[in-house]
């Protein structure tokens, strides 16, 4: 994950150093990624249509080894086979997303070694020593760092206004190494580096993780009601693998934005934000997708 992690930073920072705004490198960030999963979006779509469309197979062998559970298991899975589907198509899919919120969630955690790559830097080991001497700080001791650099960046900025300083040389270098650690954390009115669980007095740290709640429930809401209008056969009885095999699908879809709530409120800003932002685009997609698929089915029955 370090890898995806790193491959991750080297776009964001890209994006960064175009635009001198974290959020909305974010958000960019956020776009070009859906955009490249785009493929496999439309391919699991393909794949849950698919799997509704044997229904009527499944009761079939179901109906015709009934009193023959070990065939009854060799056709469904000879089903499967002769489709080109696997039943656990939808773990691939989970797994995927799993190793996306990972990267991610070490990438915003940790912006100065995966994004702006000054961890060897002498004044980066500056103020990580001076960080981790301070029990008050942030769990997160890159924000931290980030958050301290910035504040003494600003104090120089304010000195260096006064024509009569003495040490303005020194200041001015001081100043530029500080730019090593600096990232521009406002957005909105929002500072991305603040965790939920850490400012519990602020309550615009709930806006961005309560907009990914929302919008995950609609997205579980989305991939259900189209699951439910695409089945054709309605409440069919089913066999005991294939009501596993989809109760695991199911409750993979479930466990995915559960986990990612779960870690949205102990996490910085940036986190919840980019979520939030792949939720919009994911929802936006399944109905675009799902509109797609439907006039081409109609066009084919037609």
Known sequence: MGFISELFGYVLNALY?????????????????????????IKQQKTMKKSNEMQQEMKNIQAKYKNNPEKLNQETMELYKREGLSPFSG????????LIILSVFWLVSQPLTYMKRVQNSEIYKEYKT??????????????????????????????????NVENREELENRKAQLEELR????????????VPTQSLNDWKVYIIPALYVITSFISIRITTKTQMSKSKNGEEE???????????????SYMMPIMSISIAVIAPLGLALYWLVSNILMIVERLVINKFMSSKEEKENA
């Open 17 to 41: 150093n175009l635009i001198s705004n974290y959020g909305i490198a974010i958000i960019i960030f956020s776009v070009l990624l859906r955009l490249i999963l785009i493929p496999i979006t």
């Open 91 to 98: 773990c691939f899919t989970a797994i995927l997303q799993l």
């Open 130 to 163: 001076a960080v981790e001497g301070d029990s008050s700080k942030s769990s997160y001791k890159e924000i931290a760092i980030i958050n301290k650099a910035s504040e003494d960046y600003q104090n120089i900025i304010n000195e260096l206004k006064n024509e």
């Open 183 to 194: 990232i521009n954390m406002e957005f909105l009115g929002l500072d991305l580096s603040k």
């Open 238 to 252: 089913k066999t005991p693998e294939l009501e596993s095999m989809e109760q695991m699908n199911k409750s993979m």
